[in-house]
């Protein structure tokens, strides 16, 4: 049968079509196309394959956004792998610029199982376009695995970044305005905070964040006058309360139509005016709106100047820390280096080396504790 639709398919097809075609019915894995395309030996795409397993064990840990900078040189099967906690809401962005174009880099993102504890894949980008885009519905560990191509010979800068899914709430307003998080105590801890508080003069437009439907809109309760609005693409209600007015006769909307004015009807009757806006799942609870809404700032820090940049480096400390992560703080000593050891250079990010060991564990160590290894 399979054969059979090859035929049909090939015969329908112009003769650039057919590599295509006979991949969709062979089901081959982006990898396993490559080895087709590029005639890679069994053996050798075994051992660069392999290095994905090497990429699961290790574990760094980094902060968006990230910049690392750092060349891709051939056979020396180098392997990328962080770890990132992401919140519902929030989309990831991995990016790899290369010097040559047609550089391969297959991006993969897992996400942690909590019960497993083990990694299970979601996404993977198309190798050619070197990147990988990504909504989070769930928050937790993910991981993202980064593995150029075999012969890959190319500097790279590599972004990874976040970015909220929705537009901010309340018309020009910032994180700064967020005066109240989810969970903070209301009424002496008989109850948690549903939502988050984004504070703004009296009168200030509050604006639909995503294209959707106005289920309600009126004055009721606690929240006072209140718009709630259906998010059918993620199956999310989104409530808007405390306002001092609504658009009469809202239905459909898209993202930035005003919905109505900041106030404080309802019980803020005696606060500040402010947007309380949640976010419910399926009608069944209300879930943190952070990751929606909050906006990230760029990449603080130059990242490395690459003229200089070792392919080894030597630890010239006595004790030297080598890191889960590219910080003195919230980061762990995975392994005490010593004086003379050499370090295999896989980037850099700001002022410290992302390195591999020969025991092949990823780790960071800071720029002042090695020199270039000769
Ligand atoms: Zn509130």
């Not at 020396?76 to 992401?86: P, V």
Request: hydrophobic content about 35%; charged content about 25%; aromatic content about 10%.
């Amino acid at each position: 049968m399979k054969k059979l639709i090859l035929i049909i398919i090939i015969s329908l097809c112009s003769c650039s079509e057919i590599e295509k075609a006979e991949d969709l019915i062979s089901g081959l894995s982006p990898r396993q196309e490559y080895q087709k395309d590029e005639n890679i030996s069994d053996e050798l795409f075994q051992i660069w394959k392999a290095r994905v397993d090497v990429a699961l064990e290790n574990s760094l840990k980094i902060d968006l956004p990230y910049v690392e900078k750092g060349f891709f040189k051939p056979r020396n099967f180098a392997i990328y792998s962080y770890d990132t906690y992401l919140l519902p809401g929030e989309v990831i962005e991995i990016k790899i610029n290369t010097e040559s174009l047609s550089t391969l880099i297959f991006t993969t993102i897992y996400k942690k199982d909590n019960s497993s504890g083990v990694f299970e894949k979601l996404k993977t980008g198309a190798a050619d376009k070197k990147e990988l885009s990504f909504e989070v519905y769930e928050q937790g560990l993910y991981k993202i695995v980064i593995q150029p191509e075999i012969e890959a010979n190319s500097p790279f800068q590599l972004e990874i970044k976040k970015s909220p899914s929705y537009l901010f709430p309340v018309i020009n307003g910032k994180n700064s305005d967020i005066g109240s998080y989810w969970g903070d105590m209301r009424e002496g801890g008989i109850r948690d905070h549903k939502g988050i508080d984004i504070f703004a003069n009296k009168g200030t437009p509050v604006l639909a964040p995503t294209s959707g439907k106005i289920t309600f809109s009126g004055e009721k309760g606690l929240g006072g006058k209140q718009v709630w609005l259906r998010d059918s693409k993620r199956k999310l209600d989104l409530y808007f309360a405390h306002l001092d007015s609504i658009i009469p006769k809202l239905k459909k909307v898209k993202p930035g139509d005003t919905l109505g004015f900041v106030g404080n009807t309802g019980n803020a009757k005696t606060t500040p005016p402010h947007l309380h806006f949640g976010i419910y799942k399926n009608r069944r609870g209300a879930i943190d709106p952070i990751g929606f809404v909050y906006q990230t700032e760029p990449a603080e820090n130059a990242p490395a100047d690459l003229k200089n940049l070792a392919d080894r480096i030597k630890i010239t400390k006595n004790k030297a820390a080598l890191r889960n992560k590219a910080a003195l703080n919230n980061s762990n000593i995975v392994k005490t280096g010593t004086n003379g050891e050499v370090l295999y250079v896989q980037g850099k990010t700001d002022d410290w080396y992302h390195v591999r060991d020969s025991l092949d564990r990823s780790m960071y160590i800071h720029e002042s504790e090695v020199t270039p290894a000769l």
